[in-house]
């Protein structure tokens, strides 16, 4: 027989065991008040180190973020691991951290993240602030907004500035395309020749990425007598392109590369070769000794972080979270940082030229704005003192 001091001590039992399941949740990261606040990052760091920087950047800023008492005593979890360049691995970790009840994704600087997880983010209502975009869907996916303008707007960018400010009228075009990118970057050359009237006078679209003699390339750019040539690429294929032409004497043609060729190696290593050499920095220039720059050089000086556009590139990210995360009011969840994120306040940085807005679009490219640099003396020159944003092709 059961007694009513049986059904009572039950009754306490069961609320106790509620009460403990709803604590556990309310101490996840995407519920509750208290806890850890748990955001992810996925970083391509092997077998070619792409996000290594960025991602030692973006876990400085929370680290002392945390040491200074975390957003409202709660701590920042962060998860972030290597996928690779593998997409099994990309959608592996990205899942991993859903599960472990992330509020948002940010700083992620992958080569696959975006391409691989992009539906699954909107699957789960969950959005993704990303450091450095690489391929297209980090641009064209309503769940995922880059902070960098990335390598298509770069091209459009290099381009313009030589027709434009360097009276550039035979332009020669080389492209390697990453998995998934051709198209992208083949709409941005076609928005350069909407926005000048210009047409390539020479294109090839099909170089490998890694090109180790680029001088048969070199001998029909000079066949096509151009007087300027881009080749998107790391700063080591940048470097291997000017000595080749080098030794072509190819010391008046203007040399456009996008912004993975930004690093102080490459001005160092090209500038006795005589080469004019030009790029589009998709931040304030990080070899900049600027006031904008102030807050992420002490930043990276005190974690002991490389100073790049990338890690410029996380810290705007984790700053931008960040002021995302103190602007809620009450629980700090995955919904309500996709409410906030969703609302289209403009987030202002002075290491960027154009507001970033995350809103509810369906496609996101905020920043698009631009300063160009030149290898001078060894190193970076900054050439115009204020970003420009490319202008709106005719029609």
């Given at each position: 027989?059961?007694?009513?001091a049986?059904?009572?001590?039950?009754?306490?039992a069961?609320?106790?065991?509620?009460?403990?399941?709803?604590?556990?949740?309310?101490?996840?990261g995407?519920?509750?008040?208290?806890?850890?606040?748990?955001?992810?990052?996925?970083?391509?760091l092997?077998?070619?180190?792409?996000g290594?920087?960025a991602?030692?950047?973006?876990?400085?800023?929370?680290?002392?973020v945390?040491?200074r008492?975390?957003?409202n005593?709660r701590?920042?979890?962060?998860?972030?691991?290597d996928?690779?360049?593998?997409?099994?691995?990309?959608a592996r970790?990205?899942?991993?951290?859903?599960?472990?009840d992330?509020?948002?994704?940010?700083?992620s600087?992958?080569?696959?993240?975006?391409?691989?997880?992009?539906?699954y983010?909107?699957?789960?209502?969950?959005?993704?602030v990303?450091?450095?975009?690489?391929?297209p869907?980090?641009?064209?996916?309503?769940n995922?907004?880059?902070?960098n303008?990335?390598?298509?707007?770069?091209?459009?960018?290099?381009?313009?500035?030589a027709?434009?400010f360097?009276?550039?009228k035979?332009i020669?075009?080389?492209?390697?395309?990453?998995?998934?990118?051709?198209?992208?970057?083949?709409?941005a050359?076609?928005?350069?020749?909407a926005?000048?009237?210009?047409?390539?006078?020479?294109?090839?679209?099909?170089?490998?990425?890694?090109?180790?003699?680029?001088?048969?390339?070199l001998?029909?750019?000079?066949?096509?007598?151009?007087?300027?040539l881009?080749?998107?690429?790391?700063?080591?294929?940048?470097?291997?392109?000017?000595?080749?032409?080098?030794?072509?004497?190819?010391?008046?043609?203007?040399?456009?590369?996008?912004?993975?060729s930004y690093?102080?190696e490459?001005?160092?290593?090209?500038?006795?070769?005589?080469?004019?050499?030009?790029?589009?920095?998709?931040?304030?220039?990080?070899?900049?000794?600027?006031?904008?720059?102030?807050?992420?050089?002490?930043?990276?000086?005190?974690?002991?972080?490389?100073?790049?556009?990338?890690?410029?590139?996380?810290?705007?990210?984790a700053?931008?979270?960040?002021?995302?995360?103190?602007?809620?009011?009450?629980p700090?969840t995955?919904e309500?940082?996709?409410?906030?994120?969703?609302?289209g306040?403009?987030?202002?940085?002075?290491?960027?030229?154009?507001?970033?807005?995350?809103?509810?679009?369906?496609?996101?490219?905020?920043n698009?704005?631009?300063?160009?640099?030149?290898?001078?003396?060894?190193?970076?020159?900054?050439?115009?003192?204020?970003?420009?944003?490319?202008?709106?092709?005719?029609?």
């Amino acid at each position: 027989m059961v007694t009513n001091a049986k059904r009572r001590a039950a009754g306490t039992a069961l609320a106790l065991v509620a009460a403990l399941l709803l604590a556990a949740c309310g101490s996840g990261g995407s519920g509750g008040d208290t806890g850890p606040i748990r955001l992810g990052g996925l970083f391509t760091l092997s077998p070619q180190p792409f996000g290594n920087d960025a991602q030692k950047m973006i876990q400085t800023v929370f680290d002392e973020v945390n040491a200074r008492g975390g957003i409202n005593g709660r701590t920042i979890e962060y998860l972030s691991g290597d996928d690779t360049g593998s997409p099994t691995e990309a959608a592996r970790l990205a899942r991993d951290y859903v599960d472990k009840d992330v509020v948002a994704m940010v700083g992620s600087t992958s080569f696959v993240d975006c391409g691989t997880n992009h539906g699954y983010y909107q699957q789960q209502e969950l959005l993704s602030v990303v450091a450095i975009g690489a391929d297209p869907f980090c641009f064209t996916s309503p769940n995922i907004t880059p902070v960098n303008i990335g390598p298509f707007t770069s091209i459009t960018a290099d381009l313009y500035y030589a027709s434009k400010f360097l009276n550039d009228k035979k332009i020669c075009i080389f492209l390697a395309a990453t998995p998934g990118s051709k198209q992208a970057q083949l709409e941005a050359v076609k928005q350069w020749t909407a926005i000048t009237g210009q047409q390539p006078a020479l294109m090839d679209d099909s170089l490998p990425l890694t090109e180790a003699n680029f001088t048969p390339y070199l001998l029909r750019a000079k066949d096509a007598g151009c007087d300027a040539l881009f080749r998107n690429g790391a700063d080591t294929v940048g470097l291997s392109v000017l000595k080749a032409a080098q030794n072509q004497g190819m010391q008046n043609v203007d040399f456009l590369f996008d912004a993975s060729s930004y690093s102080a190696e490459l001005a160092q290593a090209s500038s006795p070769l005589g080469m004019k050499v030009y790029l589009a920095s998709e931040f304030e220039p990080y070899t900049a000794q600027s006031s904008a720059n102030a807050g992420w050089r002490a930043a990276a000086e005190r974690g002991k972080v490389k100073q790049t556009a990338f890690t410029q590139g996380a810290y705007v990210a984790a700053d931008w979270i960040i002021a995302v995360l103190k602007s809620i009011q009450g629980p700090i969840t995955r919904e309500s940082v996709t409410k906030a994120l969703r609302a289209g306040t403009p987030y202002s940085i002075p290491m960027v030229g154009s507001p970033l807005v995350f809103g509810p679009g369906k496609s996101h490219a905020p920043n698009q704005a631009i300063k160009m640099v030149k290898v001078k003396d060894g190193s970076w020159e900054t050439l115009n003192s204020d970003f420009f944003t490319l202008p709106k092709a005719a029609g």
